[in-house]
């Protein structure tokens, strides 16, 4: 097992993910927003949970050093509510907020599909599963009880490796 730093990619909604890769594109760690960042706030409702996102952070920083991480960039979109515009901005700004100090790149999210998922067929989610079935055979996008994949392990995996290419221009 090498031992060394790492690239993460991160979809930062609520419904989003965080892959680290070293640099021979294995998963070092991986964490679905939801289940590992987020506590129940009421009956349906779930809030970030902030110290569990920083110490994450910290703990991989830590034990492998991140050599880049790359963010999404979040916007508002149309016909999207007030409440889950808030929401995905708060998570964009969490994010910033826990990577400072570490060398980090927002990247639009036409930016790392174009350059990974280039010449995949389908739409954006199942073009994104395609590239880490392909790219990153060792990354499970079915973790624990899941039966489908979860586009935001891929999403967050192609961003990895969006960020491994960057380190390499």
Request: charged share 25%; proline share 6%; aromatic share 6%.
């Amino acid at each position: 097992m090498s031992v060394g730093p790492v690239v993460i990619g991160i979809d930062p909604g609520k419904s989003g993910a965080v892959v680290a890769l070293d640099m021979q594109r294995r998963p070092v760690d991986t964490w679905i927003t939801k289940d590992a960042f987020t506590v129940a706030a009421g009956k349906s409702r779930r809030e970030y949970a902030e110290g569990l996102m920083q110490r994450a952070i910290d703990d991989l920083h830590g034990r492998r050093g991140i050599a880049l991480a790359i963010l999404e960039k979040q916007q508002a979109m149309p016909g999207q509510g007030v409440s889950s515009t808030f929401q995905t901005g708060l998570g964009f700004g969490l994010w910033r907020g826990i990577l400072a100090g570490i060398p980090t790149k927002i990247v639009h999210p036409r930016t790392w599909q174009k350059e990974i998922c280039r010449d995949l067929p389908g739409d954006t989610k199942k073009r994104a599963m395609l590239a880490c079935f392909h790219m990153l055979p060792d990354l499970d996008l079915t973790p624990g009880r899941r039966k489908k994949p979860f586009d935001g392990l891929a999403d967050a995996g192609c961003m990895a490796l969006f960020g491994l290419k960057e380190l390499g221009r």
